[in-house]
Nanobody, 115 residues
Framework: QGMLVESGGGLVQGGGSLRRSCEGS????????MGWYRQAPGKQRELVARIDDGDSTNYADSVKGRFTISRDNAKNAVYLQMNSLKPEDTAVYYC?????????WGKGTLVTVSS
């Protein structure tokens, strides 16, 4: 139970867009907060965006105005629309979800933005 299945990502040119999806599978119990983290080579994992079960959102300063997080509670899914991508957005992006104090992670997918 509590598996997160990610899709989307890949290689894109600078200024382009990508959409990442993440859906909980194995059970229908709704997640509370869901979000996206990323880890660039040689750097620590950082929060990109988060959305709680009241649809309140918060974003890293570096992505504000470019990325949008949303969720579909019927699918236990979270999405990340990434626009105006920059080479510095290159990283492995991980889906994250929390439920009753337990945290779940997707396997992560590399997003590469070329200059």
């Amino acid at each position: 139970q509590g598996m997160l299945v990610e899709s989307g990502g890949g290689l894109v040119q600078g200024g382009g867009s990508l959409r990442r999806s993440c859906e909980g599978s194995g059970d229908s119990c709704r997640f509370h907060a869901m979000g996206w983290y990323r880890q660039a080579p040689g750097k620590q994992r950082e929060l990109v965006a988060r959305i709680d079960d009241g649809d309140s959102t918060n974003y890293a300063d570096s992505v504000k105005g470019r990325f949008t997080i949303s969720r579909d509670n019927a699918k236990n899914a979270v999405y990340l629309q990434m626009n105006s991508l920059k080479p510095e957005d290159t990283a492995v992006y991980y889906c994250n979800a929390e439920r009753f104090g337990a945290y779940f992670w997707g396997k992560g997918t590399l997003v590469t933005v070329s200059s």
